[in-house]
C-alpha cells in the first residue's frame, strides 16, 4: 500500500452506513508465496505456496571469529550458486545497525474512540521478536528466562525495535513493537507470568518427570520371568508410548500454528525480523519415534508442516533464533527431585534413562539446528547465557547483507534446491562465518495450485492439511490477545450508542448462550472505514466484479471467553458502474454491539476479505470507550441500508 493511499485512509474517516446482510461462514484463501518478491505481498497458510515474481531474496549475516559483524563488503565479495550452479546477484545491499535510519511514517493524532492497526515502521529497520514457549517449557525454566530476559533489558541500547509474545495453546501478543527499552522492560517485568504446560511430562521442571506405571512395574517384576506379565508389561509401555507421542503431536500442532500465525503478521512489515524463540523442548519432529508401532508417521507429519512453516517464515523475510531455555543442562538422572527412583536396584532404568535424555537432547538440538538453518539464523544451547544470547541474535540480524537473484533454472516441480553462498578475496581469508537460508522450494511462481494440492506434493492427507491451516489462521486472526493481522489496514470508531445501559442485547448480536455476559449491558457503534484496494474483487466475464466482506466485533472477558459476537457479511456482485464508484470511496461499514457494564472485557474489531481470507484486525479494552460521549440517536442505522459504492443489500449494484 503506497503512503498516499495510506493517507487517503486517515483523511475520509466519516460515520458509517450499516449493511443489513445475511451472515455466512469464512470461504477459502488464496495461495502466498515462498521464494520472495519485490512488492509487498500477504502469505497465508494455504494450499501452496507462489509468487508473481521469479526472484529468490537471501539475507546473509557475516561475521569474524570472534562473532562481530564484518562491513563493508561489496558483491563482488559474494559468490552464490543453487544446485552448486552459479547465480548472477541482481541487487545487492548492505544492512548495518549502525546506520543511520530514517523513522517510519508517523500515526495522526487520533481523536477519542478513533483506533487503527497501520503500524509505521522505519523502511530499514530490523524488528526482533522475543517469542517465551510456555507450551514446551517448564516453569522453572520459564522463571530463568525471564529473569535473563531482564538482565537483557536493563542494558537494551535505545532504538532496538523489539516486541513480546507468549505462546500457550495458542500465540498471544505481551507487547507490540517499541523502540523504547522503558516499555520492554515494563512487559518483560510485569507480563511474563511463567505458565504450567498441561502438555509436557514434566511441567514443572528439575527432573525427568513422573514415574511411570511401566518403571514400577519393572521392579516389581516376578523373578524368573512370566510370559504372561511380560505381555502386560510391553502393553503398557505401547499405551505410555502413544500416550506421550499424543502430547507431543498436540505440543508441535499447536506450536507450527502459532509459527504460521507470526509469520503472517510478520510479513505486513518491510525488512529482515529477528525470532528469538526461548522454548524448553522442541517437539518439531524431524526423525522417527522408535518406541511406536508406526514410527513414521509422526515425523512424516511434522516434516510436511515444517515445511510449511519455513516456507512463510521466508516469504515474512524472518530469521528463526532458537534459544534452549533450559541453559546448560545436567542429566535428570542425577537430579535430587529422581531420588525415589531405584536407579541401584534396577541399573537397566537408570540405563535406560539416560539414553532416552541424551537421545532427545540430540534430537531437540537437531531441531533447532534445522530450524535456524532453514531461515538463516542461529541455535544457542548448552549455555547459562541466555542475555548474551538474546544480544548476539540482536546483533547478528541487524548487521547483514541482501543478495537476490533470479535462479537460472526455470523448472518450478517444488523440488528442493540448495542455496550455498561464499566469499571471495581478503574477505574470505579473514575466517569469516556466513549465516542464511540454505534452499528453498521450487514451487510455481506463475501457476496456481491445484485444487487440493499442497507445495509439498504430499500424498497424505494434503487437503487435510492446507484445510488446517486455513482455520488455523482464522483461529489466531479472531483470538482475544493474539496478534492483530493487518493484511487489511483500517480506521475505526467505537462510541456509545446512548448514555444509557440496556437490560437486552443489541439487535442481531449473539451472546453467549451460557449467560457469562451479566446485564446491564452498553451499546457502541462500532464504525468501520477501509480502502477498495485491500479487498479482493474477482473481474468475470459479463464485467462485472464479486467478492465478499465481512464485518465483525467479538467482546471478550479478561479470560478470553467469547461473551458477545456482532457479525455481517455482504457478497458484492458489482456491476461495472458500481464498481467504478466502489473503486474510487472508502469502504464503510456499521455495527452496534452490546458488552457488559460491570466487567471486564475487551473487543476485538474484525475485517475479513472473504475471497483470499485476509485479516485487519484491532483490539482495545472496552473501558477505553465507555467513558466517551454517545453519539445518541443522530447515528443510528439508516433504513434502507446502502453500501459507500452505492450497492443494495444483496451486493448486486441494483438499487
Same mark, same amino acid.
Given at each position: 500500500?503506497?503512503?498516499?493511499?495510506?493517507?487517503?485512509?486517515?483523511?475520509?474517516?466519516?460515520?458509517?452506513?450499516?449493511?443489513?446482510?445475511?451472515?455466512?461462514?469464512?470461504?477459502?484463501?488464496?495461495?502466498?508465496?515462498?521464494?520472495?518478491?519485490?512488492?509487498?505481498?500477504?502469505?497465508?497458510?494455504?494450499?501452496?505456496?507462489?509468487?508473481?515474481?521469479?526472484?529468490?531474496?537471501?539475507?546473509?549475516?557475516?561475521?569474524?571469529?570472534?562473532?562481530?559483524?564484518?562491513?563493508?563488503?561489496?558483491?563482488?565479495?559474494?559468490?552464490?550458486?543453487?544446485?552448486?550452479?552459479?547465480?548472477?546477484?541482481?541487487?545487492?545491499?548492505?544492512?548495518?545497525?549502525?546506520?543511520?535510519?530514517?523513522?517510519?511514517?508517523?500515526?495522526?493524532?487520533?481523536?477519542?474512540?478513533?483506533?487503527?492497526?497501520?503500524?509505521?515502521?522505519?523502511?530499514?529497520?530490523?524488528?526482533?521478536?522475543?517469542?517465551?514457549?510456555?507450551?514446551?517449557?517448564?516453569?522453572?525454566?520459564?522463571?530463568?528466562?525471564?529473569?535473563?530476559?531482564?538482565?537483557?533489558?536493563?542494558?537494551?541500547?535505545?532504538?532496538?525495535?523489539?516486541?513480546?509474545?507468549?505462546?500457550?495453546?495458542?500465540?498471544?501478543?505481551?507487547?507490540?513493537?517499541?523502540?523504547?527499552?522503558?516499555?520492554?522492560?515494563?512487559?518483560?517485568?510485569?507480563?511474563?507470568?511463567?505458565?504450567?504446560?498441561?502438555?509436557?511430562?514434566?511441567?514443572?521442571?528439575?527432573?525427568?518427570?513422573?514415574?511411570?506405571?511401566?518403571?514400577?512395574?519393572?521392579?516389581?517384576?516376578?523373578?524368573?520371568?512370566?510370559?504372561?506379565?511380560?505381555?502386560?508389561?510391553?502393553?503398557?509401555?505401547?499405551?505410555?508410548?502413544?500416550?506421550?507421542?499424543?502430547?507431543?503431536?498436540?505440543?508441535?500442532?499447536?506450536?507450527?500454528?502459532?509459527?504460521?500465525?507470526?509469520?503472517?503478521?510478520?510479513?505486513?512489515?518491510?525488512?529482515?525480523?529477528?525470532?528469538?524463540?526461548?522454548?524448553?523442548?522442541?517437539?518439531?519432529?524431524?526423525?522417527?519415534?522408535?518406541?511406536?508401532?508406526?514410527?513414521?508417521?509422526?515425523?512424516?507429519?511434522?516434516?510436511?508442516?515444517?515445511?510449511?512453516?519455513?516456507?512463510?517464515?521466508?516469504?515474512?523475510?524472518?530469521?528463526?533464533?532458537?534459544?534452549?531455555?533450559?541453559?546448560?543442562?545436567?542429566?535428570?538422572?542425577?537430579?535430587?527431585?529422581?531420588?525415589?527412583?531405584?536407579?541401584?536396584?534396577?541399573?537397566?532404568?537408570?540405563?535406560?534413562?539416560?539414553?532416552?535424555?541424551?537421545?532427545?537432547?540430540?534430537?531437540?538440538?537437531?531441531?533447532?539446528?534445522?530450524?535456524?538453518?532453514?531461515?538463516?539464523?542461529?541455535?544457542?544451547?548448552?549455555?547459562?547465557?541466555?542475555?548474551?544470547?538474546?544480544?548476539?541474535?540482536?546483533?547478528?540480524?541487524?548487521?547483514?547483507?541482501?543478495?537476490?537473484?533470479?535462479?537460472?533454472?526455470?523448472?518450478?516441480?517444488?523440488?528442493?534446491?540448495?542455496?550455498?553462498?561464499?566469499?571471495?578475496?581478503?574477505?574470505?581469508?579473514?575466517?569469516?562465518?556466513?549465516?542464511?537460508?540454505?534452499?528453498?522450494?521450487?514451487?510455481?511462481?506463475?501457476?496456481?495450485?491445484?485444487?487440493?494440492?499442497?507445495?509439498?506434493?504430499?500424498?497424505?492427507?494434503?487437503?487435510?492439511?492446507?484445510?488446517?491451516?486455513?482455520?488455523?489462521?482464522?483461529?489466531?486472526?479472531?483470538?482475544?490477545?493474539?496478534?492483530?493481522?493487518?493484511?487489511?489496514?483500517?480506521?475505526?470508531?467505537?462510541?456509545?450508542?446512548?448514555?444509557?445501559?440496556?437490560?437486552?442485547?443489541?439487535?442481531?448480536?449473539?451472546?453467549?448462550?451460557?449467560?457469562?455476559?451479566?446485564?446491564?449491558?452498553?451499546?457502541?457503534?462500532?464504525?468501520?472505514?477501509?480502502?477498495?484496494? =485491500?479487498?479482493?474483487? /474477482?473481474?468475470? @466475464? *459479463?464485467?462485472?466484479?464479486?467478492?465478499?466482506? %465481512?464485518? +465483525? $466485533?467479538?467482546?471478550?472477558?479478561? =479470560?478470553?471467553?467469547? /461473551?458477545?459476537? @456482532? *457479525?455481517?457479511?455482504?457478497?458484492?456482485?458489482? %456491476?461495472? +458502474? $458500481?464498481?467504478?464508484?466502489?473503486?474510487?470511496?472508502?469502504?464503510?461499514?456499521?455495527?452496534?454491539?452490546?458488552?457488559?457494564?460491570?466487567? %471486564?472485557?475487551?473487543?476485538?474489531?474484525?475485517?475479513?476479505?472473504?475471497?483470499?481470507?485476509?485479516?485487519?484486525?484491532?483490539?482495545?479494552?472496552?473501558?477505553?470507550?465507555?467513558?466517551?460521549?454517545?453519539?445518541?440517536?443522530?447515528?443510528?442505522?439508516?433504513?434502507?441500508?446502502?453500501?459507500?459504492?452505492?450497492?443494495?443489500?444483496?451486493?448486486?449494484?441494483?438499487?
Amino acid at each position: 500500500m503506497t503512503r498516499l493511499a495510506r493517507s487517503l485512509l486517515f483523511a475520509c474517516f466519516v460515520p458509517a452506513i450499516p449493511l443489513a446482510v445475511a451472515q455466512q461462514q469464512p470461504a477459502a484463501n488464496q495461495a502466498g508465496a515462498a521464494t520472495g518478491q519485490a512488492a509487498k505481498t500477504t502469505p497465508i497458510p494455504a494450499e501452496t505456496l507462489h509468487t508473481g515474481t521469479q526472484l529468490v531474496i537471501v539475507d546473509v549475516v557475516v561475521q569474524d571469529r570472534s562473532g562481530h559483524a564484518i562491513h563493508g563488503l561489496t558483491r563482488d565479495n559474494f559468490v552464490l550458486t543453487e544446485q552448486k550452479r552459479p547465480q548472477t546477484i541482481r541487487n545487492f545491499e548492505e544492512h548495518s545497525a549502525t546506520a543511520n535510519q530514517k523513522p517510519g511514517p508517523a500515526i495522526p493524532a487520533m481523536p477519542p474512540g478513533v483506533f487503527t492497526n497501520y503500524m509505521p515502521v522505519a523502511p530499514d529497520s530490523t524488528l526482533n521478536i522475543l517469542l517465551i514457549d510456555a507450551l514446551n517449557t517448564p516453569m522453572q525454566d520459564q522463571m530463568y528466562v525471564r529473569q535473563q530476559l531482564e538482565d537483557y533489558v536493563k542494558h537494551a541500547k535505545p532504538g532496538v525495535n523489539a516486541a513480546v509474545f507468549g505462546l500457550t495453546n495458542r500465540l498471544i501478543m505481551l507487547q507490540g513493537f517499541t523502540a523504547d527499552p522503558s516499555v520492554l522492560r515494563a512487559a518483560v517485568e510485569h507480563h511474563l507470568i511463567a505458565r504450567s504446560s498441561t502438555l509436557l511430562d514434566d511441567p514443572v521442571g528439575g527432573g525427568a518427570g513422573p514415574e511411570k506405571l511401566s518403571d514400577v512395574m519393572q521392579d516389581s517384576a516376578p523373578a524368573g520371568g512370566d510370559a504372561m506379565f511380560a505381555q502386560t508389561l510391553a502393553s503398557v509401555q505401547q499405551f505410555e508410548a502413544e500416550q506421550a507421542a499424543l502430547q507431543t503431536r498436540m505440543r508441535t500442532q499447536y506450536t507450527l500454528d502459532a509459527f504460521n500465525a507470526l509469520a503472517h503478521y510478520l510479513s505486513n512489515f518491510p525488512g529482515r525480523k529477528n525470532l528469538i524463540w526461548f522454548s524448553g523442548s522442541f517437539p518439531l519432529q524431524i526423525e522417527p519415534d522408535p518406541t511406536l508401532n508406526d514410527p513414521f508417521a509422526a515425523m512424516e507429519d511434522s516434516n510436511r508442516e515444517f515445511r510449511e512453516t519455513t516456507n512463510l517464515l521466508t516469504l515474512a523475510q524472518t530469521s528463526v533464533y532458537p534459544v534452549d531455555a533450559r541453559g546448560l543442562m545436567t542429566p535428570p538422572m542425577f537430579s535430587a527431585s529422581n531420588s525415589g527412583k531405584n536407579y541401584a536396584r534396577n541399573p537397566s532404568s537408570f540405563s535406560k534413562d539416560s539414553q532416552k535424555f541424551f537421545q532427545s537432547q540430540a534430537q531437540e538440538h537437531m531441531t533447532m539446528d534445522q530450524m535456524a538453518s532453514d531461515t538463516g539464523g542461529h541455535a544457542y544451547y548448552n549455555t547459562n547465557g541466555l542475555s548474551a544470547a538474546v544480544a548476539k541474535a540482536i546483533d547478528a540480524g541487524a548487521n547483514y547483507y541482501t543478495l537476490t537473484y533470479n535462479p537460472t533454472d526455470k523448472n518450478w516441480n517444488g523440488s528442493y534446491r540448495s542455496i550455498h553462498v561464499d566469499l571471495t578475496g581478503t574477505a574470505a581469508m579473514q575466517g569469516a562465518k556466513l549465516e542464511y537460508r540454505h534452499g528453498y522450494y521450487a514451487d510455481d511462481p506463475q501457476q496456481p495450485p491445484k485444487k487440493g494440492e499442497l507445495a509439498t506434493q504430499a500424498t497424505v492427507t494434503p487437503a487435510q492439511l492446507a484445510d488446517h491451516a486455513k482455520e488455523a489462521y482464522t483461529r489466531a486472526a479472531l483470538s482475544r490477545g493474539a496478534p492483530a493481522p493487518s493484511d487489511i489496514v483500517f480506521k475505526v470508531r467505537v462510541l456509545p450508542l446512548t448514555g444509557k445501559n440496556e437490560d437486552a442485547v443489541a439487535p442481531g448480536n449473539q451472546a453467549d448462550p451460557n449467560g457469562r455476559m451479566k446485564a446491564p449491558y452498553r451499546t457502541f457503534a462500532v464504525d468501520y472505514v477501509a480502502l477498495p484496494g =485491500d479487498f479482493s474483487m /474477482l473481474p468475470q @466475464s *459479463d464485467g462485472r466484479h464479486t467478492g465478499g466482506i %465481512e464485518f +465483525a $466485533t467479538m467482546v471478550y472477558d479478561a =479470560d478470553g471467553y467469547l /461473551l458477545d459476537v @456482532s *457479525d455481517k457479511q455482504i457478497m458484492l456482485n458489482l %456491476e461495472p +458502474a $458500481t464498481y467504478k464508484r466502489f473503486e474510487s470511496s472508502p469502504v464503510r461499514f456499521q455495527l452496534l454491539v452490546s458488552a457488559p457494564v460491570k466487567q %471486564e472485557s475487551f473487543m476485538r474489531l474484525i475485517i475479513h476479505d472473504v475471497p483470499a481470507n485476509h485479516y485487519g484486525v484491532v483490539e482495545i479494552p472496552t473501558a477505553e470507550v465507555g467513558h466517551l460521549p454517545a453519539l445518541e440517536s443522530e447515528t443510528a442505522p439508516a433504513s434502507p441500508a446502502k453500501s459507500a459504492a452505492g450497492a443494495a443489500p444483496d451486493g448486486s449494484g441494483k438499487q
